[in-house]
């Protein structure tokens, strides 16, 4: 039986998650985040789509993107189909990479624009596998508080706009509210290391 059309049309926002089959890993080292990434930048720059925060981590990823053009479904093709092809490849592999089809969340309101932005980013720090967002290079986070700068494919100045017209406030008040959503947990291990 063939999966049900996921909504498509041109301008729509979602947060994107894929998951590798059985929540395994998707990633095995640096190699393989980096050719993910250019698999991703190829996907996001060939389909037109605006890609506005992503997250690599071991076994999943998210994304937040924008569909100028509705077509979610072939970004995703292209994205998922590539790095599976050269994943397996590299690793001597046959078979699924991901577990089902991409998820997606279709996105209606700004104030859940920001708390998906924001969720995006501090996935390695709510996994524990960073203390802050700023020191996961696999995201989106660094360029768009302005540390490195954004690749080609990544639209930070439409998530900025969200926080400021002037750039430089927008990135220290969007470094502020990534900050605020950061888990209690993790602040507290950071006050009692200091």
């Known amino acids: 039986m063939a999966s049900p059309h996921r909504p498509q049309f041109p301008g729509a926002i ?7 089959v059985d929540r395994r890993r ?8 980096e050719l993910w990434v250019a698999a991703l930048g190829r996907a996001v720059l060939r389909t037109r789509t605006a890609l506005h925060a992503w997250c ?4 999943h990823a998210h ?9 979610v479904a072939q970004m995703m093709q292209l994205l998922n189909s590539s790095y599976a092809r050269t994943f397996n490849r590299r690793h001597g592999r046959v078979g699924h990479l991901y577990q089902d089809r991409y998820h997606s969340i279709l996105i209606e309101r700004e104030s859940h ?6 969720y995006i980013v501090l996935n390695p720090v ?11 290079p696999w995201s989106s986070y660094r360029a768009t508080v302005g540390l490195i700068r954004p690749q080609r494919f990544l639209t930070t100045s439409w998530l900025l706009v969200q926080f400021s017209d002037d750039p430089a406030a927008a ?6 509210f990534i900050a605020e959503g950061a888990p209690a947990a993790t602040i507290a291990g950071l006050l009692s290391a200091a």
């Open 26 to 33: 998707i990633v095995r080292d640096d190699i393989d985040r």
């Open 171 to 176: 990135r220290n008040l969007y470094a502020e």
């Open 14 to 20: 979602y947060h994107i998650t894929i998951r590798g």
């Open 126 to 136: 709510r996994a524990l596998v960073c203390d802050h967002a700023e020191a996961w």
């Open 113 to 118: 624009l920001l708390e998906v932005a924001r």
């Open 63 to 71: 994304l937040l993107l924008d569909t100028p053009h509705g077509n």
């Open 56 to 59: 690599l981590m071991t076994n």
